[in-house]
C-alpha cells in the first residue's frame, strides 16, 4: 500500500500569495498516477488536478500541479479569498488508492 | 450535469448492518466506475470500495474487506454499499463519487453525502 503523507499540515496565507502543498509517497506512484482534491467546510470534494499535472475541467489556470516518483506539489499561483479550503492529494495507480492526511490552507 | 444522490444512512448499533444507495443521473452509468469514500467526523478522505461499470472489477480497503460488499445496478443507475458487522470507527459520511478509469481510479463528481452512525 502506498502512503501518501501531505505537509504542511496547515498553512497560513493572506489572499494574494503564492500556496506551495506537498505530497510524498511512500514509493514510486509511477506514471503520475496522482489526484488533488479541494473541500471546503460542509461541501463536497472537488476535483483539481489528475495525472500529477493536467486540471480537471473549469478548473482556474492558477491551480498547477507538478512531481514524479515519490514528490508532488500543488501550487496555488495567487490565493483568492474562495481558494482557502482543505486540498488533499490521493494515489490511484493501484488499489488501494489511498488519500493523503489534507493540508489545510486558512487565512492569515 | 452529472448527479449523484446518497441514501440509506442513519443510526445503528455495533454489530448491526445499513445499506447505502446511490442514484447517478445525467451521464452513461454504465461505462464509469463507482466508488465509495468516507470521511469521518472531523477526519480526512478515506477510499472504500470501487465497482467497474461490467463489475468485473471490484477493490475493497482492508478495514472494510470481508464486512461491505459494492454492488451495481445498471439497469437503475444505481450503486450499493452493503455494510455488515458495522463498528464505532465506521461512523463517517459516506460520498458516493463517479470514477474514471476501471482499475486506475480517480474520482470526478461526487455526491452530498450519507451520514452513518454506529453507536450504542
Known amino acids: 500500500e502506498i502512503v501518501l503523507t501531505q505537509s504542511p499540515g496547515t498553512l497560513s496565507l493572506s489572499p494574494g500569495d503564492r500556496a506551495t502543498l506537498s505530497c510524498r509517497a511512500s514509493?514510486?506512484?509511477?506514471?503520475?498516477?496522482l489526484a488533488w482534491y479541494q473541500q471546503k467546510p460542509g461541501q463536497t470534494p472537488r476535483l483539481l488536478i489528475y495525472?500529477?499535472?493536467r486540471r480537471a475541467a473549469g478548473i482556474p489556470d492558477r491551480f498547477s500541479g507538478t512531481g514524479t516518483g515519490t514528490d508532488f506539489t500543488l501550487t496555488i499561483s495567487r490565493l483568492q479569498p474562495e481558494d482557502f479550503a482543505v486540498y488533499y492529494c490521493?494515489?490511484?495507480?493501484?488499489?488501494?488508492?489511498?488519500f493523503g492526511g489534507g493540508t489545510k490552507v486558512e487565512i492569515k | 450535469e452529472v448527479q449523484l444522490v446518497e441514501s440509506g444512512g442513519g443510526l445503528v448499533k455495533p454489530g448491526g448492518s445499513l445499506r447505502l444507495s446511490c442514484a447517478a443521473s445525467?451521464?452513461?452509468?454504465?461505462?464509469?466506475?463507482m466508488n465509495w469514500v468516507r470521511q469521518a467526523p472531523g477526519k480526512g478522505l478515506e477510499w472504500v470500495s470501487s465497482?467497474?461499470?461490467?463489475?468485473?472489477?471490484?477493490y475493497y480497503a482492508d478495514s472494510v474487506r470481508g464486512r461491505f460488499t459494492i454492488s451495481r445496478d445498471n439497469a437503475k443507475n444505481s450503486v450499493y454499499l452493503q455494510m455488515n458487522s458495522l463498528r464505532a470507527e465506521d461512523t463517517a459520511v459516506y460520498y458516493c463519487?463517479?470514477?474514471?478509469?476501471?482499475?486506475?481510479?480517480?474520482?470526478?463528481?461526487w455526491g452530498l453525502g450519507t451520514l452513518v452512525t454506529v453507536s450504542s
Open positions: 463519487a463517479r470514477g474514471i478509469g476501471w482499475d486506475q481510479i480517480y474520482f470526478d463528481y
Open positions: 445525467d451521464f452513461v452509468f454504465d461505462t464509469f466506475s
Open positions: 465497482i467497474s461499470g461490467s463489475s468485473t472489477y471490484i
Open positions: 514509493q514510486s506512484v509511477g506514471s503520475g498516477y
Open positions: 495525472g500529477a499535472s
Open positions: 490521493q494515489y490511484y495507480g493501484l488499489s488501494p488508492f489511498t
